[in-house]
C-alpha cells in the first residue's frame, strides 16, 4: 500500500486519474475502520488532509462549504446552517469531529450519515471535480443506496453548497445513547420562511436518504395560513399529523439497530418535536 500527501486540489486529481485502485483519506474516521477490519485494501491511498484550498467556508447568502471542514469547525463556525450544527454536535467524540469531515460523510455516504438528512432537506448540491472538470449534483441525485453515490473514482467531492435558508431548521435523532452511537433514525427539517419552502430529510430509514414530500407539503400549507414570518405555534394535531406524514415517507428496515415499528414510532415523536420547534424559531 502506498500513501501520497498532497497539498493542492491538482495534485490530487492527477493522482486519480493516474493512478489504479486510488482511495482518498481525508480524516481517515471511516476509511482507517475498513483497513483495520480488512474489508479494504487499497493498492494506492491519496491523503487529502493537507489541501488548504479544501478547507474554505463562505457564507453570503450562498453558503460553500469545503469537503474538509471538520465537525468540530462546524461547530466553532457561524456554517449557515443551524441544523448541520446540531447534527455535527451529535458525531462520534470529540477526537472524532476533530479529524472527521463533510467530504468523508458524503464519500462513505451512509444511511445513517448524520449531516445528509439535513444536506437533503437544504437541497443542497455536490459538487465534484475531475481532470475533465466540475460538474455540480444536487444532493438528492449524489446518493445512489447504501454506500453508493454517482460520484467516479477519478471525482474528488470538494464542496458541499446550499442557499442560506435561515433559523428556522433543526436535526433530530434517536439512537440508544446521546453519543458514540449510530443513528436509529434521524430527522431534518427545514423552513426556508423567505423562499416559503419546507425541507424534511430522514435518515437511517432506507437505503438512501428519503425526502418527505407529503410532510413538506402539509407543512406548506400550514405556513401558508398562519404566516411563512410570523412565528406560531402549531396545534398538537398538526404537528402530530407531520409527524405521521413524516413517518409514512420512510423504508425502514429491521436490523440490530431498531425495527421497523420502533423506527416509524420515533420519526412521527420527532416530526412532531421538530415542527413544534421550528414553528416558533423568531
Ligand atoms: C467512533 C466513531 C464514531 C462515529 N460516529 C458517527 C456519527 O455519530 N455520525 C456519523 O454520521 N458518522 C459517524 N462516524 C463516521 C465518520 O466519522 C463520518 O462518516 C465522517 O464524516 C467521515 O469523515 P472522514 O473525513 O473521517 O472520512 P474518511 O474516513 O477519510 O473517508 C471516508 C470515505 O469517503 C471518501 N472520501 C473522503 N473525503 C473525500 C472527498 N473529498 N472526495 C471523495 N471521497 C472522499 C474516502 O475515500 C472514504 O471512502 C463515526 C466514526 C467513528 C470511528
Same mark, same amino acid.
Given at each position: 500500500?502506498?500513501?501520497?500527501?498532497?497539498?493542492?486540489?491538482?495534485?490530487?486529481?492527477?493522482?486519480?486519474?493516474?493512478?489504479?485502485?486510488?482511495?482518498?483519506?481525508?480524516? !481517515?474516521?471511516?476509511?482507517?475502520?475498513?483497513?483495520?477490519? !480488512?474489508?479494504?485494501?487499497?493498492?494506492?491511498?491519496?491523503? @487529502?488532509?493537507?489541501?488548504?484550498?479544501?478547507?474554505?467556508?463562505?457564507?453570503?447568502?450562498?453558503? #460553500?462549504?469545503? &469537503?474538509?471542514?471538520?465537525?468540530?469547525?462546524?461547530? =466553532?463556525?457561524?456554517?449557515?446552517?443551524?441544523?448541520?450544527? /446540531? *447534527? &455535527?454536535?451529535?458525531?462520534?467524540?470529540?477526537?472524532? #469531529?476533530?479529524?472527521?469531515?463533510?467530504?468523508?460523510?458524503?464519500?462513505?455516504?451512509?444511511?445513517?450519515?448524520?449531516?445528509?438528512?439535513?444536506? %437533503?432537506?437544504?437541497?443542497?448540491?455536490? $459538487?465534484?471535480? +475531475?481532470?475533465? !472538470?466540475?460538474?455540480?449534483?444536487?444532493?438528492?441525485?449524489?446518493?445512489?443506496?447504501?454506500?453508493?453515490? $454517482?460520484?467516479?473514482?477519478? =471525482?474528488?467531492?470538494?464542496?458541499? /453548497?446550499? =442557499?442560506?435558508?435561515?433559523?428556522?431548521?433543526?436535526?433530530?435523532? %434517536?439512537?440508544?445513547?446521546?453519543?458514540?452511537?449510530?443513528?436509529?433514525?434521524?430527522?431534518?427539517?427545514?423552513?426556508?420562511? *423567505?423562499?416559503?419552502?419546507?425541507?424534511?430529510?430522514?435518515? +437511517?430509514? !432506507?437505503?438512501? @436518504? @428519503?425526502?418527505?414530500?407529503? *410532510? /413538506?407539503?402539509?407543512? &406548506?400549507?400550514?405556513?401558508? =395560513?398562519?404566516?411563512?414570518? #410570523?412565528?406560531?405555534?402549531?396545534?398538537?394535531?398538526?404537528?402530530? /399529523?407531520?409527524?405521521?406524514? %413524516?413517518?409514512?415517507?420512510?423504508?425502514?428496515?429491521?436490523?440490530?439497530?431498531?425495527?421497523?415499528?420502533?423506527?416509524?414510532?420515533?420519526?412521527?415523536?420527532?416530526?412532531?418535536?421538530?415542527?413544534? #420547534?421550528?414553528?416558533?424559531?423568531?
Amino acid at each position: 500500500m502506498s500513501v501520497h500527501i498532497s497539498r493542492h486540489v491538482d495534485d490530487v486529481l492527477d493522482n486519480l486519474s493516474t493512478r489504479k485502485d486510488v482511495t482518498i483519506l481525508a480524516g !481517515g474516521t471511516d476509511l482507517l475502520v475498513e483497513i483495520n477490519f !480488512g474489508r479494504i485494501r487499497p493498492s494506492n491511498i491519496v491523503a @487529502i488532509d493537507r489541501v488548504d484550498e479544501l478547507k474554505d467556508h463562505s457564507r453570503n447568502g450562498h453558503i #460553500r462549504m469545503g &469537503a474538509l471542514v471538520t465537525y468540530t469547525r462546524m461547530l =466553532e463556525t457561524d456554517v449557515g446552517s443551524p441544523a448541520l450544527q /446540531e *447534527a &455535527a454536535r451529535t458525531i462520534g467524540s470529540p477526537q472524532i #469531529r476533530n479529524a472527521a469531515t463533510i467530504g468523508g460523510n458524503l464519500g462513505t455516504c451512509s444511511p445513517a450519515g448524520d449531516t445528509l438528512p439535513v444536506l %437533503a432537506a437544504l437541497e443542497a448540491t455536490v $459538487v465534484l471535480r +475531475s481532470k475533465g !472538470g466540475e460538474r455540480r449534483v444536487a444532493f438528492g441525485d449524489f446518493m445512489t443506496g447504501p454506500k453508493k453515490s $454517482v460520484r467516479r473514482p477519478d =471525482e474528488l467531492i470538494v464542496a458541499a /453548497e446550499w =442557499e442560506d435558508a435561515g433559523e428556522a431548521q433543526t436535526y433530530m435523532f %434517536a439512537a440508544t445513547r446521546n453519543a458514540m452511537a449510530i443513528s436509529i433514525s434521524g430527522l431534518a427539517l427545514v423552513v426556508d420562511r *423567505a423562499r416559503r419552502r419546507v425541507g424534511v430529510g430522514l435518515g +437511517s430509514c !432506507g437505503p438512501t @436518504i @428519503i425526502r418527505a414530500t407529503d *410532510a /413538506e407539503r402539509f407543512a &406548506a400549507g400550514l405556513f401558508d =395560513e398562519t404566516g411563512w414570518d #410570523r412565528p406560531a405555534r402549531p396545534s398538537d394535531a398538526a404537528a402530530r /399529523e407531520f409527524g405521521r406524514l %413524516a413517518a409514512g415517507a420512510a423504508k425502514p428496515i429491521d436490523d440490530v439497530r431498531g425495527t421497523v415499528a420502533y423506527r416509524r414510532h420515533v420519526l412521527a415523536v420527532m416530526g412532531a418535536r421538530a415542527l413544534a #420547534r421550528v414553528a416558533v424559531v423568531p
